[in-house]
């Protein structure tokens, strides 16, 4: 299995901390959000490579935090070239430029780089490989319809088969959001392309889940864990102050 995570955003909502640091290399109660995502990688069995795909502006920050981590042994860093949140090429584009470079022999864990979550990545694979007919979503039960409208909604049948996908609707028809997690068996991967050539929405995955839910299958895995989106300054205080918390509880 090869493990994919997306750091080439930029982050505007969250500047002026994000002018000069990227949004997974902020630190959240003390440690790095990219660190924590690497603590759960390290749990899983079969990592082949983890690929971090950033950007030209951010390049430079994340060879210094590679060459000081720990994994580094197993750590690729892919530029995507962008410069700016102008000119940036969007998520659809970042995973189809990662999956050139590790191939489609391999499974594929995809990551959000900004993500914060308590649950174990071996339970998601373990349940993506149990459903390897088609690609996995890790989901976060929100619990309210007017918060869900910020995120991609999805609903799912009594076998976690994934019936409708909608990327920021207006009217929600659940409150299971997508965490930026995905899992995609090998002979899934070459679908990223046909999306890229066929669609023109390129900058959240939630719009390509959508189209493989139309087109095959796609399950959905609901975790009851905490999960932080860092969207704004005032999200990433919330998330800072609980996870100072949580370390002075460990």
Known sequence: MNVVILAAGY????????LTTPKPLLEVGGRRIVDRLMDKISGLRDVNSVTVITNAKFLDKFVLWKDGSAYKGKLLLLNDASTNNDNRLGAIKDLMLATNSVGELEDLLVIAGDNLFDFGLDRFVKFAKAHDRGVSVALY?????????????????????????????????????STGIYYFPKDKIGMIKEYSRTQERLDAPGYYI?????????????????????????????????????????
């Open 210 to 250: 959508s189209w493989l839910a139309n087109k095959g299958e796609v399950y959905g895995c609901p975790f009851t864990e905490d999960w932080y989106d860092i969207g704004n300054i005032e999200s990433y205080k919330k998330a800072d102050a609980e996870y100072k918390n949580k370390e002075k509880e460990r």
């Open 11 to 18: 982050a505007v909502r969250l500047e002026p901390l994000t």
């Open 141 to 177: 039960d929100i619990g309210s319809i007017d918060l869900a409208k910020s995120f991609g909604v999805l609903k799912i049948d009594s076998g976690n088969k994934v019936v409708s996908f909608e990327e920021k609707p207006q009217t929600p028809k659940s409150t299971l959001i």
